[in-house]
């Protein structure tokens, strides 16, 4: 069967869902927490079993009908007291039956929805601790058993210290976080007056307790203190046979120990079914112990005993103190006292070397020597007592072997250096001198196997190194002996080389081989060069065994010129630098000749050039003179003159006519100038003159060419003259003639 939902039904449920989720957005709890506060109540400070409340109160800010969710959580010393966080939702936390341990700081949080904030802290302080109660198992026992104590503070809390005492005494001591300590205690003395405490830490301070009950407890004492006897006194002299005895009560004897000891030294654990007999020494004076145990007790007596030397240690000596080997030497054995119960005679001696017996006596004679070194020692024996002397070490010295005489790294000449001087064999000390010549420079000693001879020294030349000797003695003028002389390589450093070019500088060419020779005055092979090109860069490094050395330059080219020199150095470790030669490189001879015949050409070009412009502008000029002048109608019969001169050495241009008749006046000088400065390149016409035609002959007529006088003729018929139109004979010769316009 299906149900409908009407439309009404359905959009009313959607509306009210609309108005819920709002109302969930609108309305939602908002909160905040202003304030936390911890009270202690009835008051801060109270007396013990007082009951104690912490009330955390929270002021919170919320929305009207609002139900807020609020969690409370107490802490003393940052420590949480309500351990079920869950469900704290108490505001208060008691304390009941308050005790001194419940001292501390306390705080307090709120939670809310997830927000927190805590109180500031606040102090409690509980005043009063509780006395506490002793008992103990038993009031009467017997030294050595053990009572078993209890101190109990009833109802305290926290960390207590619990201390028992006897007096001004204290028997034990313990911490715990009970109310109560149980403790086995072992007493050994007569009446203990017991009592007991405890403390509390309260982090700045400490809170002691008043002091128990006290219980007397009776020990009764246990007699096993030993008695300790010795046979025959107290004082004795070596060799006297001496018996220590020691005792106890005879009901406690069954169960107990009884020791004898000497200092650290126990000398008898059975003293109970023996005495303890021995021969006096002189070392056996001092303190003697009897020492009794039963159980955990422990009882002792003592006596001190003196015993008396009956001689004194001997002693060995060697003489002469020190012997070399191949020496007579003795050796005494010696006591510096003895006892008047003995005589000398009465005292033997003996001597041994490394443990094995030499002689029976006080005196042993040898000759120093391998065999006799070793390790003496003397005995001495009277009265049954033998002593025994230190050790005494001979060992025959070695006379001084032939030294060698060595030098520490190389020698150079003018630098100092070291002469070790060494001997393989000779006992120590040693004196070493350092000769030249037989005259003795320095001299050192050496007293340890680590020390060795040196001499800081120098010499001028290499033939001086041969004079030098060691001499080394270890006794006395016998033992001198003297090394052989002084022979090792001497190095001469490297004097200031000098740097040869072939060919000379001035006289090389591009193409030509270029040799440079560095040479030194003197030095020590094998020596070192190199050689250094323009910029100081190094362009070849060899080492050989003469004094000089070359490189070759192959068809060195223009930018192989530049500055050279070379470097000299041996194993003197000092190095020496020529001077500087300049090297110059200039082009090959057939270069030479190739840019002269391409400078030559160039010349002939030149000229060439020049003589084919001038003689065109040449040419121009000729041909603008044969047409400057033309008959404005010419006839057959009509003859005309035309003299067009060239001068440079006028001013101003003139026509003239044969009969003195002038064309046109001269020019202005101002006007010439001005047309000589604007074509600079155009021959000047002086002045121009124009004749009536005479009857002249035509092989008297001058040509000029370039700066000469040219001379045409313009003639008409035979007879008189024709009248000519001046003003455009003019007209036409400037024109023709290329005249300078005149300026205004």
Same mark, same amino acid.
């Given at each position: 069967?299906?149900?409908?939902?009407?439309?009404?039904?359905?959009?009313?449920?959607?509306? %009210?869902?609309? %108005?819920?989720?709002?109302?969930?957005?609108?309305?939602?709890?908002?909160?905040?927490?202003?304030?936390?506060?911890?009270?202690?109540?009835?008051?801060?400070?109270?007396?013990?079993?007082?009951?104690?409340?912490?009330?955390?109160?929270?002021?919170?800010?919320?929305?009207?009908?609002?139900?807020?969710?609020?969690?409370?959580?107490?802490?003393?010393?940052? &420590?949480?007291?309500?351990?079920?966080?869950?469900?704290?939702?108490?505001?208060?936390?008691?304390?009941?039956?308050?005790?001194?341990?419940?001292?501390?700081?306390?705080?307090?949080?709120?939670?809310?929805?997830?927000?927190?904030?805590?109180?500031?802290?606040?102090?409690?302080?509980?005043?009063?601790?509780?006395?506490?109660?002793?008992?103990?198992?038993? /009031?009467?026992?017997?030294?050595?058993?053990?009572?078993?104590?209890?101190?109990?503070?009833?109802?305290?809390?926290?960390?207590?210290?619990? !201390?028992?005492?006897?007096?001004?005494?204290?028997?034990?001591?313990?911490?715990?976080?009970?109310?109560?300590?149980?403790?086995?205690?072992?007493?050994?003395?007569?009446?203990? +007056?017991?009592?007991?405490?405890?403390?509390?830490?309260?982090?700045?301070?400490?809170?002691?307790?008043?002091?128990?009950?006290?219980?007397?407890?009776?020990?009764?004492?246990?007699?096993?203190?030993? +008695?300790?006897?010795?046979?025959?006194?107290?004082?004795? $002299?070596?060799?006297?046979?001496?018996?220590?005895?020691?005792?106890?009560?005879?009901? &406690?004897?069954?169960?107990?120990?009884?020791?004898?000891?000497?200092?650290?030294?126990?000398?008898?654990?059975?003293?109970?079914?023996?005495?303890?007999?021995?021969?006096?020494?002189?070392?056996?004076?001092?303190?003697?112990?009897?020492?009794?145990?039963?159980?955990?007790?422990?009882?002792?007596?003592?006596?001190?005993?003196?015993?008396?030397?009956?001689?004194?240690?001997?002693?060995?000596?060697?003489?002469?103190?020190?012997?070399?080997?191949?020496?007579?030497?003795?050796?005494?054995?010696?006591?510096?006292?003895?006892?008047?119960?003995? &005589?000398?005679?009465?005292?033997?001696?003996?001597?041994?070397?490394?443990?094995?017996?030499?002689?029976?006596?006080?005196?042993?004679?040898?000759?120093?020597?391998?065999?006799?070194?070793?390790?003496?020692?003397?005995?001495?024996?009277?009265?049954?007592?033998?002593?025994?002397?230190?050790?005494? /070490?001979?060992?025959?010295?070695?006379?001084?072997?032939?030294?060698?005489?060595?030098?520490?790294?190389?020698?150079?000449?003018?630098?100092?250096?070291?002469?070790?001087?060494?001997?393989?064999?000779?006992?120590?000390?040693?004196?070493?001198?350092? =000769?030249?010549?037989?005259?003795?420079?320095?001299?050192?000693?050496?007293?340890?196997?680590?020390?060795?001879?040196? !001499?800081?020294?120098?010499?001028?030349?290499?033939?001086?190194?041969?004079?030098?000797?060691?001499?080394?003695?270890?006794?006395?003028?016998?033992?001198?002996?003297?090394?052989?002389? %002084?022979?090792?390589?001497?190095?001469?450093?490297?004097?200031?080389?000098?740097?040869?070019?072939?060919?000379?500088?001035?006289?090389?060419?591009?193409?030509?081989?270029?040799?440079?020779?560095?040479?030194?005055?003197?030095?020590?092979?094998?020596?070192?060069?190199?050689?250094?090109?323009?910029?100081? $860069?190094?362009?070849?490094? $060899?080492?050989? &065994?003469?004094?000089?050395?070359?490189?070759? %330059?192959?068809?060195?080219?223009?930018?192989?010129?530049?500055?050279?020199?070379?470097?000299? !150095?041996?194993?003197?470790?000092?190095?020496?630098?020529?001077?500087?030669?300049?090297?110059?490189?200039?082009?090959?001879?057939?270069?030479?000749?190739?840019?002269?015949?391409?400078?030559?050409?160039?010349?002939?070009?030149?000229?060439?050039?020049?003589?084919?412009?001038?003689?065109?502008?040449?040419?121009?000029?000729?041909?603008?003179?044969?047409?400057?002048?033309?008959?404005?109608?010419?006839?057959?019969?009509?003859?005309?003159?035309?003299?067009?001169?060239?001068?440079?050495?006028?001013?101003?241009? $003139?026509?003239?006519?044969?009969? =003195?008749?002038?064309?046109?006046?001269?020019?202005?000088?101002?006007?010439?100038?001005?047309?000589?400065?604007?074509?600079?390149?155009?021959?000047?016409?002086?002045?121009?003159?124009?004749?009536?035609?005479?009857?002249?002959?035509?092989?008297?007529?001058?040509?000029?060419?370039?700066?000469?006088?040219?001379?045409?003729?313009?003639?008409?018929?035979?007879?008189?003259?024709?009248?000519?139109?001046?003003?455009?004979?003019?007209?036409?010769?400037?024109?023709?003639?290329? /005249?300078?316009?005149?300026?205004?």
């Amino acid at each position: 069967m299906q149900v409908k939902i009407q439309p009404s039904l359905r959009m009313g449920t959607i509306l %009210l869902l609309f %108005l819920l989720t709002l109302k969930c957005i609108f309305f939602s709890s908002e909160f905040f927490i202003k304030s936390v506060i911890l009270i202690i109540q009835p008051r801060n400070e109270v007396q013990r079993s007082t009951n104690v409340s912490l009330i955390c109160q929270a002021e919170v800010t919320h929305t009207a009908g609002s139900h807020l969710n609020y969690k409370y959580i107490f802490y003393k010393y940052d &420590q949480p007291l309500n351990t079920d966080q869950t469900n704290a939702t108490d505001s208060l936390y008691s304390i009941p039956d308050a005790r001194v341990g419940h001292s501390g700081i306390y705080k307090c949080a709120v939670i809310i929805e997830g927000k927190k904030r805590e109180s500031n802290v606040n102090y409690l302080t509980v005043k009063g601790l509780l006395a506490p109660v002793l008992t103990v198992d038993k /009031l009467r026992l017997t030294e050595g058993d053990d009572v078993t104590a209890v101190c109990t503070a009833e109802g305290e809390t926290g960390f207590l210290m619990f !201390f028992f005492r006897d007096g001004p005494e204290e028997l034990y001591r313990k911490d715990t976080n009970s109310q109560k300590v149980e403790q086995k205690l072992t007493l050994d003395k007569g009446t203990v +007056n017991m009592f007991c405490y405890y403390s509390i830490n309260l982090g700045s301070t400490v809170e002691t307790s008043s002091n128990s009950n006290v219980i007397s407890i009776d020990i009764e004492e246990l007699g096993i203190k030993p +008695n300790i006897t010795v046979i025959p006194s107290t004082y004795v $002299t070596e060799g006297d046979n001496i018996t220590f005895s020691c005792s106890v009560n005879m009901t &406690q004897q069954r169960n107990s120990e009884l020791i004898l000891s000497h200092g650290h030294t126990t000398l008898s654990s059975n003293m109970i079914h023996e005495d303890y007999a021995m021969l006096a020494k002189a070392n056996d004076s001092g303190e003697y112990e009897c020492i009794s145990s039963l159980g955990g007790v422990h009882k002792s007596s003592s006596l001190n005993i003196t015993v008396k030397e009956i001689f004194s240690i001997p002693f060995l000596s060697i003489h002469p103190a020190k012997v070399f080997e191949g020496e007579h030497f003795a050796i005494t054995c010696q006591i510096r006292s003895f006892a008047s119960r003995i &005589q000398r005679e009465d005292i033997k001696y003996s001597i041994f070397r490394d443990k094995t017996l030499v002689i029976n006596d006080n005196r042993y004679n040898g000759t120093a020597g391998k065999a006799t070194n070793g390790n003496y020692v003397c005995k001495a024996e009277a009265n049954r007592i033998i002593k025994e002397s230190s050790m005494l /070490l001979l060992g025959a010295k070695v006379l001084v072997s032939k030294p060698e005489i060595t030098v520490d790294g190389p020698v150079i000449v003018d630098k100092p250096f070291w002469i070790r001087c060494h001997s393989e064999n000779g006992s120590l000390p040693i004196i070493y001198s350092l =000769k030249r010549n037989n005259f003795i420079l320095n001299w050192t000693e050496v007293s340890h196997f680590q020390e060795e001879a040196r !001499f800081l020294t120098l010499i001028s030349t290499p033939s001086d190194i041969s004079s030098y000797l060691c001499e080394a003695e270890n006794n006395g003028q016998v033992s001198i002996k003297m090394s052989e002389r %002084l022979h090792v390589t001497v190095i001469v450093p490297v004097g200031k080389p000098l740097l040869t070019v072939l060919p000379v500088p001035e006289n090389i060419e591009e193409g030509n081989d270029v040799t440079l020779i560095c040479g030194i005055p003197k030095g020590s092979p094998p020596i070192s060069f190199r050689f250094y090109g323009s910029n100081h $860069t190094a362009i070849h490094t $060899t080492t050989v &065994q003469s004094n000089s050395s070359s490189f070759v %330059l192959s068809t060195v080219k223009r930018k192989n010129s530049g500055n050279y020199y070379c470097e000299a !150095f041996n194993t003197a470790d000092m190095s020496s630098r020529s001077d500087i030669v300049k090297v110059e490189v200039s082009l090959a001879m057939w270069k030479k000749a190739l840019i002269a015949v391409f400078c030559m050409l160039l010349v002939a070009l030149l000229v060439l050039f020049i003589v084919m412009h001038y003689k065109a502008k040449r040419g121009k000029i000729q041909m603008a003179a044969k047409l400057s002048v033309k008959p404005a109608s010419p006839k057959s019969d009509d003859s005309l003159t035309l003299s067009l001169t060239h001068d440079p050495h006028y001013n101003a241009h $003139t026509v003239e006519v044969n009969n =003195k008749e002038s064309v046109w006046s001269e020019r202005p000088p101002d006007e010439a100038d001005q047309d000589s400065l604007q074509s600079p390149n155009e021959g000047d016409v002086e002045y121009t003159e124009v004749v009536h035609p005479q009857p002249v002959d035509p092989t008297q007529i001058p040509l000029r060419k370039g700066t000469e006088t040219v001379y045409s003729e313009l003639q008409t018929s035979q007879g008189a003259p024709e009248n000519i139109n001046h003003q455009s004979l003019l007209e036409y010769a400037e024109l023709n003639h290329d /005249l300078p316009e005149p300026v205004d």
